[in-house]
């Protein structure tokens, strides 16, 4: 069966709760036929996150969303991952990324996988504070996010991937930020689904030429 994977990120800093994984542990999306769900707590942690993340991406996974807690009002739909870090960001156990380049091999950035102007429409429709971001900042979101699509462009091609970022708890109510996580979820999965109905007709119809 196809599956849809949601990540949120655990506490950190003075964030006791991040409300990446409030909402994603709450969510409860309607999905397309078949689908089913797994959701994964990402620690901050510079050495284990990415790794995490890539280790949960079995076979039957074909869609995957990172979400991550951000200072803004509204949800930002992350355009760009950046082969870049911020060096003096600590993470839960007070180690920094001290690089100049996530990957010295990867190229400068790599878009998206996700529709993200149907996801800002769905969002919007239903008055979800809501806006498209160029990237995803400096710290373990981004870090999280290049390594994540570093790996789906050299081994998972195919993979509908990306990042969304989610207000804090004392920005956008848990019950709204809820709404938009399952709004989100459901979207990819239904983007997800219909670009695998796409290739399954195409390889039918290959192979009825055959």
Not at 5 to 9: A, E, R
Not at 13 to 16: D, L
Not at 32 to 39: G, L
């Given at each position: 069966m196809p599956k849809l994977?949601?990540?949120?990120?655990g506490p950190f800093?003075?964030?006791?709760q991040n409300a990446s994984w409030?909402?994603?542990t709450r969510a409860q999306p309607s999905l397309?036929?078949?689908?089913?769900?797994?959701?994964l707590q990402v620690p901050v942690l510079w050495g284990n996150a990415p790794k995490l993340v890539k280790d949960a991406l079995s076979d039957d996974v074909r869609a995957i969303v990172v979400f991550g807690q951000a200072g803004d009002p509204e949800i930002r739909l992350e355009r760009i991952a950046v082969n870049a870090s911020t060096r003096?960001?600590?993470d839960i156990e007070g180690m920094r990324f001290d690089a100049e380049h996530i990957e010295p091999d990867g190229p400068p950035a790599y878009y998206t996988g996700l529709p993200y102007q149907r996801?800002?429409?769905t969002l919007q429709r239903d008055a979800?504070?809501?806006r498209i971001s160029l990237h995803a900042g400096g710290y373990l979101c981004n870090f999280t996010f290049y390594h994540l699509m570093h790996h789906v462009h050299h081994r998972r091609a195919g993979l509908v991937a990306g990042f969304v970022h989610v207000p804090d708890l004392e920005r956008m109510g848990l019950e709204v930020l809820t709404q938009g996580v399952e709004i989100i979820a459901r979207e990819v999965a239904e983007?997800?689904?219909t670009r695998v109905q796409r290739c399954d007709a195409a390889v039918g119809a290959a192979s009825g030429r055959d």
């Open positions: 994977l949601i990540t949120g990120f800093a003075k964030h006791t409030e909402s994603v397309p036929p078949d689908w089913t769900i797994e959701k003096h960001i600590e996801l800002l429409a979800i504070p809501s983007h997800a689904h």
